[in-house]
């Protein structure tokens, strides 16, 4: 069964770069055709899109977050990454890496990692 | 940019049914999915385009979408779907969530 590990710093520092990696638990990313996705909630908050990638490198990213977000992947550790620069107080949530096959409207978030928490303070 | 409105609380008494609205323009043009959130816990896809449910989701759990709304019904209301939930839906290739309902089980 898949599974999705995000990992990183859970503390970052105003103005630095929040980076975060999601680890997916298959064989070979390249050869299964989906998108990953990341997103994020602030404490008591709704869901945000940050942005997605699939295994060739094509990326989509919000676009109140594409000036400050880089998504890869690295097919040969099954990892997809997340960086965000400049970050604030406001950048302060749960992120989730999730799965969906595509970017069309018959697409979902059918699997979810546990998220993990990232704090933006001094 | 694309919205979507969800009532903020949903309350249901148990056994009852339950109806979670989901309002965007021309949103039935779409396709609306839902996804169960706990307190704590990871979002979990409950109902995707539209009404299909995923294996082992209960068959509680049914989705309509027509015209400018979408509604996730849960029939039957256990004290386990005590949750929030959110809707989504797709405009060009950006991911759109509601802003969630909680729904209260009492």
């Known amino acids: 069964q898949v599974q999705l590990q995000e990992s990183g710093p859970g503390l970052v520092k105003p103005s630095e770069t929040l980076s975060l990696t999601c680890s997916v638990s298959?064989?070979?990313?390249?050869?299964?055709?989906?998108?990953w996705g990341w997103i994020r909630q602030p404490p008591g908050k709704g869901l945000e899109w940050i942005g997605s990638?699939?295994?060739?490198?094509?990326?989509y990213y919000s676009a109140s977050l594409k000036s400050r977000v880089t998504i890869s992947v690295d097919t040969s550790k099954n990892q997809i990454s997340l960086r965000l620069s400049s970050v604030t107080a406001a950048d302060t949530a749960v992120y989730y890496c999730?799965?969906?096959?595509?970017?069309?409207?018959?697409?979902?978030?059918?699997?979810w990692g546990r998220g993990t928490l990232v704090t933006v303070s001094s | 940019s694309y919205e979507l409105t969800q009532p903020p609380s949903v309350s249901v008494s148990p056994g009852q049914t339950a109806s979670i609205t989901c309002s965007g323009d021309?949103?039935?043009?779409?396709?609306a999915c839902w996804y169960q959130q706990k307190p704590g816990q990871s979002p979990v896809l409950v109902i995707y385009e539209d009404s299909k449910r995923p294996s082992g989701i209960p068959e509680r759990f049914s989705g309509s979408n027509s015209g400018n709304t979408a509604a996730l019904t849960i029939s039957g209301t256990q004290a386990m779907d005590e949750a929030e939930y959110y809707c989504?839906?797709?405009?060009?290739?950006?991911?759109?969530f509601g802003g969630g309902t909680k729904l209260t089980v009492l």
């Open positions: 021309k949103l039935g043009d779409k396709y």
């Open positions: 990638i699939f295994y060739s490198g094509s990326t």
């Open positions: 298959v064989d070979s990313i390249s050869r299964i055709s989906y998108f």
């Open positions: 989504q839906a797709w405009d060009t290739s950006t991911p759109v």
């Open positions: 999730a799965r969906h096959e595509g970017v069309s409207s018959d697409s979902s978030f059918d699997l």
